[in-house]
């Protein structure tokens, strides 16, 4: 079959000019969307009166023919065939013959791409929340058995205050809980039919828009023709939104990194998520955890590749734009890799709960030496210097904080009474914050009942 | 004053170290953030017991004179001052005295900025909204103006087809739309308080967090403190939002760079958005939109900028973080600048509605050629291929294609009869694409009943 | 075979993590590299006594063995090679026995990939400098056959002073010049040798790294273990200087774009370097430079990537560094697609250079208005004044600037005389520029001599 | 004074207009390039008869006036100033009279502003080699210091084989040894000059553009005049080398962030370059290297912004354009901070050889206990098992990899004999990897002295 444009050209397309044109070898992935766009199409050009009903019958048996053929992985991809579009079409063209030139009447490449993406993009989101919500089922099952498994919190990588393992779980939970908004109002808005737009104009046949919307499950239909080909903002959007994902992820892979080497020792991986070394016999590496961390850069960088692309791009369709898909598919692919595999380690790995315990070190309750003065009337500012001479003290004596003497903390301030020794207990210390949102164990199962819920709600929407 | 946190220190800073780890300089601007969050807390405080009635008053009123230097120019920094956060509390204590040492009870500066940003940003999206609004109803005065002005619809920069000017106009009113939902979404995400999560671990002190909250007008609460104090994505957002807006307005830019231009000359720009050369006199550039176009750059430059930063940082609070601040105004005040400049060269802007009709040539109704015939029963293929020999043909023969004569469209196809002269209309063409989102004059005034709907509307939930 | 590192494990590999982390589907590129490193390893441990002279003859010819059934695509991959390198040992074990077991000896494969990287690069910027130089010549050709074509000049895509289009040429033979530099630059500090620095700590046997070096065809080698095994820096850079060479093909592409547009009309491409649409008929698209101007993006996005992922890393190898790879290939194979396509489009394109002629405006002479009066003794910002005014009075009076009359002249200065007409010759504008790099025939012949000599250089060196 | 291109104008430009397109606020850092053009150029324009002697004294006297206004930081900055060549040129107007308006003859901005940027950009490079030149020079004196303090050298942050910590210096030096390496060729391509190219055609007064290039200290002048006003080739080369450089950083303070936790305890900070917590006492956070890590993301960010904004901009200058400066002064600024910062943390940071030989552990020798099977003419993959598997056998009986009795290594294979004690010897396992770059103090002696000689070589060249 003849190039569906080549009416009114002498010359033939250069080799590698073919190859640098065509996208067939990455778009071929969105065959499912491209067959039902066309489906649905037929059965509108049907009900504009453009072909009869028995034509549209035709093409949709043929369709569904192709569909099939694909499923069944085939289909075979002829050296003409530019894009995933003309090969539906000459395919169509083999099954039922001449009606198959009728399926684009008044549709451009332009606005079946659009729609194809769209719905491409639209069941990506689908799957991505699912294995995003694995992630989180892990995190909240950690929680759920830590809820009293005291750690070292850290701000800057020094110890800070003591926090429970529980509440690292959930800090990630919640980070992915915004994930899955972000991609949730991403797909609101990706959600919109751009078919019927045409090459820029519009459709001139009178197709109904409404129906054919309906048809394909979108919400809503795009507004303006011009906007509606060449707008990819639903593809930027996405491709921010895994970038985020991706450094949330890399934050999650960086902790466990440092928990799981011998200085920290807080965890230790599942063989099933570790590897070894070629050299050193001894090593056990958290290579998933690495690549997990690295995978934040390429996922900014399609982010960046995407946002470079349309910059400055005049209205409205430009080819420039076939450039968007590569890096989608990158980061979806990415993602539908290293989300399972996260939710794998997270829910084999072991937790060293005495290693943890064993961090904790006097010094992080300063904070609450400066709360017992507080509590004492001090002003806090005032507390809190005392609580650090207090600390310059032990170390200069080569002492732990809760090793100094009823004396030496009287001669601090006269506020330190005998009970100072009760502030050291790292238990109470986090039972006492006890704020919503705190690290209180009771503060920290009702947080757990928010996520659950959360949780919840968010996979019976999606099923 | 000392440093809030030198109890535990015996030198001093190093110089540099000094400049390189003071923000002052750049988060001054969060005065007001920084003085609202304070008195809300100062109150808070008491409702919990932990500073009577009357130090909460002399609190609040030690920060309402702040306020009032700050709002009338007169707040002095001075050099120990690190950040907003010390400045307000330094000055505080010189007015009410010790008890100004009370106001940080149980806060720390990670829940104490993660607060001032948020509703920083709150603020701000509010002006964007409104900017971009004011930039909508510019693309919409000159739609409502050129419903009927003809003008060539481009693909790859390449006459397609006959559209409008008020096409064009809405095309851009409807990527705005998106961008003004966006920020709608990540203001909604921003509107959560981070306070009362302390350092990392939550308040000890019982304060009432809903309370706080409704009183600082956020609608819900941070559910976990490590979370709170380490969280940067509504930054982050907010910058992709700016950053695609960026990518939006560069658009603009490029068409308008390219109408104004002597080859085009679709367009001429008042002389209050232009500005000449130093060299060469009879120049009249269009610096305004070349800026606007160039500054994408900037925007997304500051997004990968947040991203690239916060990748890989271990929980909780980083000092890393202090990084999202300076990209953050720099796109904000980008944007601040650029959208009234916009509008302003939108609102003036004269359009050359004979330049752009003359610029309409008949082979853009070659697709009114293919759908002549397929309104003759020819699939659409079989007649997109006859028109693009007709074009080959007059193009071969040096004629436009109105002028083949009837026996030359004959020999192409019998399918052509004497009327096809009446296909090279321009207004018919424009008029037949007349679905929801064409260009016909008809869909066009429906869509701008629509966009002036959503415009009060959006003006309507800002007021 | 047993994995390389399974001594220390007990558990399986979970499936998804061994597809994370397994990356012999795109490490399989580096083929001949990893046996021409690995032969020249063979060699180096008979020289240091570590195997006999026959196994080192052993190893050498089923590593020959490999090379050619990669070379004739019969290697095939087996489903537990993980990498490149753990593929290679796999099939030397098949083929020559245990004594494959001894090629690892104080040998890691973080030297050896960083090796393996190091010569991959080197040859690909081998490629990569041939492919430019091929379009540096069509470049060139072009110029030399029109160093008396006069066109407009552009500045702000205003027209601006007539130049010709061997000037316009060259401007970007230069750039590409400017490109060409670089990669020499960043292929002398690629040519460093890393092997011998094991995992991170050195060579233990004494292996003699200097002939090693000199056998690959080093230039030196590296100083540091550690560094050597942690360092991609060489990928940054190439990704950069691919960057921008992208964004220097995304200018040339924008302004062939422009200039293909019927406004413009400057040029036409071949149609073996254009395409069609699928809807409309008359369209001839240049869909190459479009993609040629969309994949800047790529290579921003693919450097990004790589940086981001690079950003925070500890010493000294971290498996991160995997993920620089993918990116690397992508620019590399982005590259040799678009620069053959656009040495092919260059070749052929048309040039137009009577539209060219007819965009000239005698308002582009306005600059030598003002140095007319400058040679009658005005200091040129007086002079600069008075032509913008002949301008404005132009305009005003709907003239073009060579139609003013002699009394127009005069009333605007007395320093007007009547040979301000002989100013109106576009030919005489571009003879005067005749500096060095300036716009004159006699000039850019000077310059078409200096780029000749550039590029013959360059070639040998490269032959 | 009136605009230096007002006369085709009748309306006034916008107020914010002019906020968006002035760049006084920022470019005013070029004055002493913009001074320095300036002085060559009078000179340059008197040797080619365009001005006499005597005018060109009086502007160069004027100049050097105010010239003296900067650098006494009295110059004041007036409304009407767009830009720094502006506001030079009005001010040179008053203090020397109309003469100055005869500066600006045949130059236009377009290659003044090119012109100052390059010769800006040559002195800043000198300035962050000489930056660079003192971190590494702390690098050395720290390395000099520590030949024999042993440490766990890490890959996958897990310990691997044991190190010295002179040789993680180095590691680091050569890092910025390439960054130095880097910045040269970068220089060498910027000190090209472009004034003489006019507004993009060229100069038509034959200047003598060798000479003035001489003047300026510039090696060569641009070829093509297009390419000379429209090239920013070397900010965005310059942004590059600064996010390299920035990621080397980055990874520097990574690793001292690690080494100053709780949890290695390898370093401690002096106080001068650490700071403490507004709310925990007893924190001493390494925010100076938090910083540095941070600020690798505004390097990568701003390196994004040139590039994009560069992307697809059509030949020649543009406006975008001008947002090539805030990029580039921040990336400076950020370096010139940083690295002296570093530099300081280096010199003062005290060393804890006791808790790095602590945190050796025997399994890093199991590398040595494959290598002493190596030698006992095992191949190396079955020595590394063999290793593997008594690494797994001390793990599971609880024991060091040391504690193994003679018997258990005999049962693992019978090439074990009573001389495996002997292996477990950190310094022994060091002093073998002898081999160039090795980890041995030997080797790293020669490094030492490698090392020395390149930092003497640099800095005499830059003397």
Redesign the interface.
């Known amino acids: 079959m003849?190039?569906?444009?080549?009416?009114?050209?002498?010359?033939?397309?250069?080799a590698?000019?073919k190859?640098?044109?065509d996208s067939i070898r990455f778009d071929i992935r969105l065959w499912e969307a491209d067959i039902a766009g066309s489906t649905a199409y037929a059965r509108a050009l049907a009900r504009a009166g453009?072909i009869t009903r028995r034509e549209a019958g035709q093409l949709v048996k043929g369709l569904r023919a192709i569909r099939a053929e694909f499923a069944a992985g085939r289909f075979v991809v002829q050296p003409d065939d530019e894009d995933i579009?003309?090969a539906v079409?000459r395919r169509l063209k083999e099954i039922v013959g001449?009606?198959?030139?009728?399926?684009?009447?008044?549709?451009?490449?332009?606005d079946q791409v659009a729609t194809d993406m769209r719905l491409f993009c639209r069941d990506a989101m689908r799957t991505l929340r699912s294995d995003l919500c694995a992630v989180q089922s892990a995190l909240l099952n950690q929680a759920r058995a830590h809820v009293r498994t005291l750690m070292?919190?850290?701000?800057?990588?020094?110890?800070?205050?003591?926090?429970t393992f529980a509440?690292?779980c959930?800090?990630?939970?919640?980070?992915l809980a915004?994930d899955v908004?972000?991609f949730q109002?991403c797909a609101r808005?990706t959600n919109v039919m751009p078919l019927?737009?045409?090459?820029?104009?519009?459709?001139?046949?009178?197709?109904d828009?409404?129906t054919l919307a309906q048809e394909l499950g979108f919400v809503a239909?795009?507004?303006?023709?011009?906007?509606?080909?060449?707008?990819r903002?639903f593809v930027?959007?996405l491709l921010?939104d895994c970038?985020?994902l991706g450094?949330h992820l890399?934050?999650l892979?960086?902790?466990l990194?440092?928990y799981?080497?011998?200085?920290?020792g807080f965890i230790t991986f599942?063989?099933?998520?570790?590897?070894?070394?070629?050299?050193?016999?001894?090593?056990?590496?958290?290579?998933?955890m690495?690549?997990v961390?690295?995978?934040?850069?390429?996922l900014?960088?399609?982010?960046?590749?995407?946002?470079?692309?349309?910059?400055?791009?005049?209205?409205?369709?430009?080819?420039?734009?076939?450039?968007d898909k590569?890096?989608l598919f990158d980061s979806l692919d990415t993602l539908s890799?290293?989300l399972?595999?996260l939710a794998?380690?997270l829910n084999t790995l072991c937790v060293n709960a005495e290693r943890m315990r064993a961090?904790l070190?006097p010094?992080?309750l300063?904070?609450?030496?400066?709360?017992y003065l507080?509590r004492r009337g001090l002003?806090?500012?005032?507390a809190?210097?005392?609580?650090?001479?207090?600390?310059?003290l032990a170390?200069s004596k080569g002492l732990r904080?809760d090793q100094l003497s009823e004396q030496e903390w009287r001669n601090l301030s006269e506020h330190f009474a005998a009970d100072i020794q009760s502030v050291f207990d790292f238990a109470r210390?986090?039972d006492?914050?006890?704020?919503?949102?705190?690290?209180?164990p009771r503060?920290v199962r009702a947080?757990l009942r928010?996520?659950a819920a959360w949780l919840r709600n968010v996979l019976r929407r999606s099923s």
């Open positions: 003849a190039k569906l444009w080549g009416g009114r050209f002498s010359a033939e397309t250069d590698l000019m190859q640098l044109n453009l579009h003309t079409e001449d009606v198959a030139g009728k399926l684009h009447t008044g549709r451009s490449r332009n070292p919190g850290y701000t800057h990588v020094q110890r800070a205050q003591p926090i509440q690292w959930l800090a990630y939970f919640w980070m915004r908004d972000r109002d808005r019927g737009a045409g090459a820029l104009a519009g459709n001139p046949f009178g197709i828009r409404a239909v795009s507004q303006n023709s011009l906007d509606a080909v060449s707008d903002d930027a959007e921010f970038a985020l450094v890399s934050r892979a960086e902790d990194i440092l799981s080497s011998a200085e920290f599942s063989d099933a998520y570790a590897t070894g070394s070629s050299l050193m016999p001894q090593k056990k590496n958290p290579d998933a690495e690549l961390r690295g995978k934040a850069g390429r900014i960088g399609n982010l960046t590749a995407v946002l470079t692309m349309l910059k400055g791009l005049p209205m409205s369709y430009n080819k420039d734009m076939q450039e590569e890096p890799l290293t399972p595999v794998g380690a961090a070190d010094a992080m300063a904070t609450d030496v400066a709360e507080v002003p806090f500012r005032e809190h210097h005392l609580a650090g001479r207090a600390v310059a170390e904080l210390s986090v006492l914050r006890d704020v919503v949102g705190g690290v209180s503060a947080q928010q996520a």
